[in-house]
C-alpha cells in the first residue's frame, strides 16, 4: 500500500472489550482519524457486555464508522474475540484490545498484512524466560506461541475464514497455527511497554493455558499409545524370561513363577487397555476434528479460462442482434 487513500479494500478493526481509560479513548479517535486518511471504507467493531453502556452514546458520536455489538455478560474473552471476528466484513481484520489501541501502529501492520498476503502478529521487545516451554507446550498443540505476543493480529479475510473454520479457533486466533500452510509475520513494537497484569489477566492467561493443554491431547494420547504399547511388549518379555528361568534353573524359589506371570499378565492388561483407550480416544477427535481441504494459498495462471468460456459461448454476443418475431394482437 502506498500513501494516498486506498478505495478497493474494506478495513475492520476490532475490540472484543470496551474498557477504555481516557487515553485508550483519545488513542482510539486518533486511530479512526488514521483509519479514515488512508482507506475510503473502514469500520471499528466493539463488543460490549453492557458493563460500559453509559459511555455508548459518547463513542458514537466521537468515533466515525462505529459498530457496538451487545453480548450476554461473562462471555470469555477469547470467545469474544471469536464472536467479534466473526462479524467483521472486512478484506483486512485487525483484531487487538484496548490496552493496545495506543501501543500499536494499525496502518503498517494492515500494509504488511495486505503486501504479503499473510497474519501480522504484533509483539512486544525483549524476552521472556517462559518461552522455551510456552513454545514446546504451543508445538505440542499446533501453534506458534511466544510469550511476548501481543493481542494485536491483522488477518487476510481468507486466513480468517479458515482459522473461523477450525475447532480450536479460540486458539487460532490468538496463536498463529504451526501448520506450515499460514504465512506469518512478526511486527515487533517499539512502544509496547510490559504492565502489571490484574487478577483477570492472569485469569485470562491461565483459561490459554489450559486450552493449549486441551488442544496437545492428539499428541499427548499418540505418545501415551507408543508407551503402553512398549509396556506390553515389556510384561510379555518378563513373563518369558520367568518361564526360562523356571525351567533353566533348579533352586527357583517356591511361588516366584506365578507371582511373575501374574505381574506380567496384569501388566500387559492394563497397556493394552491403555492403548486401546488412547486409539480410541484419538480416532474419536479425528472424526470430530473439522478439517479442511482449502490448502491452496496462491494460484499464478497463463490464460483467462473462465473470460475465454464467456465469449466462446455466449449466445448473445456470438449471435448477433436478434430477431424476433412481431407479438401478435388478441381480438
Same mark, same amino acid.
Request: net charge neutral; charged share 15%; aromatic share 10%.
Given at each position: 500500500m502506498t500513501g494516498e487513500r486506498r478505495e478497493d479494500i474494506l478495513v475492520s478493526v476490532c475490540f472484543a472489550d470496551a474498557e477504555f481509560d481516557k487515553a485508550g479513548?483519545?488513542? *482510539?479517535?486518533?486511530?479512526? @482519524? /488514521?483509519?479514515?486518511? #488512508?482507506? /475510503?471504507?473502514? @469500520? %471499528?467493531l466493539i463488543l460490549d457486555d453492557g458493563a460500559q453502556r453509559h459511555m455508548e452514546d459518547h463513542l458514537l458520536c466521537s468515533v466515525e464508522n462505529l459498530r457496538l455489538l451487545r453480548t450476554s455478560a461473562g462471555l470469555p474473552f477469547y470467545r469474544r474475540r471469536v464472536t467479534v471476528a466473526s462479524e467483521a466484513i472486512g478484506d483486512l481484520v485487525l483484531l487487538t484490545a484496548a490496552e493496545e489501541v495506543g501501543q500499536i501502529d494499525a496502518i503498517a501492520m494492515l500494509t504488511a498484512a495486505e503486501q504479503e498476503s499473510a497474519i501480522v502478529v504484533a509483539r512486544k521487545p +525483549?524476552?521472556?524466560?517462559?518461552?522455551?516451554?510456552? #513454545?514446546?507446550? +504451543?508445538?505440542?498443540?499446533? !501453534? @506458534?506461541?511466544?510469550?511476548?505476543?501481543?493481542?494485536?493480529?491483522?488477518?487476510? #479475510?481468507?486466513?480468517?475464514?479458515?482459522?473461523?473454520? /477450525?475447532?480450536d479457533r479460540e486458539l487460532a486466533v490468538r496463536f498463529p497455527p504451526a501448520d506450515g500452510l499460514t504465512p506469518v509475520i512478526w511486527q515487533t513494537c517499539p512502544t509496547a511497554v510490559a504492565k502489571t497484569r490484574s487478577l483477570r489477566e492472569t485469569r485470562r492467561r491461565f483459561t490459554l493455558l489450559h486450552r493449549l493443554l486441551i488442544s496437545s491431547s492428539p499428541?499427548? *494420547?499418540?505418545?501415551?499409545?507408543?508407551?503402553?504399547? *512398549?509396556?506390553?511388549? !515389556?510384561a510379555l518379555a518378563y513373563i518369558a524370561y520367568?518361564?526360562?528361568?523356571?525351567?533353566?534353573?533348579?533352586?527357583?524359589?517356591?511361588?516366584? *513363577?506365578?507371582?511373575s506371570v501374574v505381574l506380567g499378565s496384569?501388566?500387559?492388561?492394563?497397556?493394552?487397555?491403555? !492403548?486401546g483407550l488412547s486409539i480410541g480416544l484419538q480416532n474419536i477427535i479425528e472424526m470430530l476434528s473439522n478439517t479442511t481441504n482449502d490448502v491452496v494459498l496462491e494460484e499464478r495462471s497463463a490464460v483467462d479460462l473462465?473470460? #475465454?468460456? %464467456?465469449?466462446?459461448?455466449?449466445? @448473445?454476443?456470438?449471435? +448477433?442482434p436478434s430477431h424476433s418475431p412481431a407479438p401478435r394482437t388478441k381480438r
Open positions: 479513548y483519545a488513542a *482510539l479517535t486518533q486511530m479512526a @482519524e /488514521r483509519l479514515a486518511e #488512508r482507506f /475510503r471504507y473502514w @469500520e %471499528i +525483549g524476552w521472556s524466560a517462559l518461552n522455551p516451554p510456552l #513454545r514446546v507446550l +504451543g508445538r505440542t498443540a499446533g !501453534f @506458534e506461541v511466544n510469550a511476548l505476543d501481543m493481542l494485536s493480529s491483522v488477518f487476510p #479475510r481468507t486466513q480468517l475464514n479458515r482459522l473461523l473454520a /477450525r475447532t499428541r499427548v *494420547l499418540a505418545l501415551l499409545g507408543l508407551g503402553s504399547m *512398549l509396556v506390553v511388549v !515389556f520367568a518361564i526360562l528361568v523356571w525351567l533353566a534353573v533348579d533352586d527357583v524359589q517356591s511361588g516366584w *513363577l506365578t507371582t496384569t501388566t500387559a492388561f492394563l497397556g493394552m487397555a491403555i !492403548f473462465f473470460g #475465454r468460456v %464467456i465469449e466462446e459461448l455466449n449466445v @448473445e454476443i456470438g449471435a +448477433g
